[in-house]
């Protein structure tokens, strides 16, 4: 969204601190409403922040070690960690000494591992064989798919791939609609901190009340009042609700040069609001709308 030279002015001296209360009520009720104008000033806050990093660093006195050592008990010396002697191995035992041999049971005994070893080395060669010719069909395996990807005309007919069509449908997403221009008005009491916050979309004109410092007494309601010059008496824009947020579509009726230009104020009524649609005592809140988000150009 782009904002003005002002705008942006103003989010970098509210990330500096040097805006005054009224400019920063400004700033946070923007940030309040506007979720792009509070990226712009975080992106500011993030720019200046790097200002810190150009103060060195400050090494502590010796002594705040020794506070730190002392206050976790580690301010004597160490006693050296003691770790036991390994036991000693018991002295290996005499071996006994081997029995006899008989001559026939050693014979039986080679014929026995010469057999083994001939059915053994059976066994490996037909292992050996099935494997030979697994790796032969697993390697003509992937030449035939890659004659299938790269050379399908060297095949026969009956391995060559088929054809498949696919027709595919790209639809283009409509553009979205340009965003319509914001406006935002802070009714306060001199001055003083935020009470409520309207809002105003200036395409469809519906506005939204958010209470922000403000409760009404018991048996009383805030109302809201439209005041113009080009109006003969202030017009009610209804009871603000007891909620956080109070919506209304009650401006269609008014041009944007009155809905801009006029002074929105809040006064206390009896419950539900003035009987004869007149204010009944002075406002106590009041404050005109700024433009907040430009309109963005046509297409």
């Known amino acids: ?57 400050v090494e502590p006195r010796p002594i705040v070690w ?3 050592q002392r206050a976790i008990g580690h301010a004597g010396p160490q006693v050296p960690l003691a770790l036991p002697e390994a036991a000693a191995a018991p002295p290996p035992e005499a071996a006994a000494p081997p029995p006899p041999v008989d001559p026939l049971m050693a014979e039986m005994t080679q014929a026995a591992d010469n057999s083994n070893v001939v059915q053994l080395s059976g066994r490996v060669k037909r292992w050996r064989n099935l494997a030979s010719f697994a790796t032969a069909a697993a390697a003509a395996l992937i030449a035939m798919l890659g004659l299938q990807v790269y050379s399908p005309d060297s095949l026969p007919n009956a391995l060559r791939p088929k054809i498949r069509t696919q027709v595919v449908e790209v639809k283009t997403p409509p553009l979205p609609a340009p965003p319509s221009a914001q406006y935002v008005a802070i009714l306060q009491r001199n001055g003083g901190s935020p009470a409520f916050i309207l809002t105003v979309d200036a395409a469809t004109k519906n506005f939204t009340v958010r209470k922000v410092n403000a409760d009404a007494e018991a048996g009383k309601s805030f109302e809201l009042w439209l005041v113009s010059d080009k109006l003969p008496q202030p017009r009610s824009l209804g009871v603000i609700g007891g909620s956080e947020f109070t919506a209304r579509n009650v401006l269609a009726s008014y041009d944007a040069g009155t809905i801009n230009a006029a002074t929105y104020a809040v006064t206390v009524e009896q419950a539900g609001g003035s009987r004869d649609g007149k204010p009944n005592l002075p406002p106590v809140f009041a404050g005109k709308l700024i433009e907040t988000v430009p309109a963005s150009p046509t297409r």
């Open 66 to 68: 020794e506070n730190i």
């Open 1 to 57: 969204m782009a904002y003005s030279e002002d705008h942006i002015a103003l989010a970098a001296e509210y990330a500096l601190g040097t805006l005054d209360a009224d400019e920063r009520a400004q700033v946070e009720a923007m940030m309040a409403v506007d979720t792009e104008f509070t990226a712009v000033v975080q992106a500011w806050e993030y720019r200046l922040g790097v200002l810190n990093q150009m103060v060195g660093s």
